[in-house]
């Protein structure tokens, strides 16, 4: 039997909300972070938004590609590594910023560079849970999430089978 993939389609507005509401989240634990690294592509988007509700000025970014076919995840490569100013001291005061931590593969080689830092995720899933230390909504390893600059303006059919419009 195959696994019965979810669908989770993210439009901006929500997208928005649950970024603002990390920044929130972040905010309340008194932290002041001295940089935040986002994971590209996906964590440009929250890192912006995280950084002008905390208030953030420096932004940095972490390049690694998944090379796959939309339904694995194949090898990772870092393509553009964090700056030495940032990894010197394990990324003490440093937060990493991505969209969603899946499997945890991405995110381990992350904290490898920046063990002391803080992980935020706006979505998490249980395999990479782990991974993060804050996070917003949880969806089931089985849910494909699309994300805003994913989506076009399409019809999207109704989740129960045989339902009229």
Not at 151 to 160: E, H, N
Request: glycine share 8%.
């Amino acid at each position: 039997m195959s696994t019965v993939e979810k669908s989770f389609p993210v439009s901006w507005d929500q997208f928005h909300r649950d970024a603002r509401a990390l920044a929130w989240r972040l905010a309340g634990t008194g932290q002041e972070w001295k940089a935040i690294v986002c994971i590209t592509r996906g964590g440009l988007v929250p890192a912006a938004i995280i950084a002008r509700e905390l208030g953030t000025r420096l932004i940095e970014t972490v390049c690694v590609a998944s090379y796959h076919d939309y339904s694995e995840q194949g090898e990772l490569r870092v393509l553009k590594q964090i700056s030495p100013e940032l990894t010197a001291d394990g990324g003490e005061n440093v937060l990493i910023v991505d969209d969603l931590t899946d499997t945890g593969k991405t995110a381990a080689i992350v904290r490898e560079m920046l063990p002391k830092a803080h992980f935020a995720a706006v979505y998490a899933k249980p395999k990479g849970r782990p991974m993060v230390d804050t996070f917003i909504t949880e969806v089931s390893q089985d849910t494909w999430i699309y994300f805003p600059w994913d989506l076009g303006l399409t019809f999207q059919a109704p989740i129960g089978k045989g339902s009229a419009g």
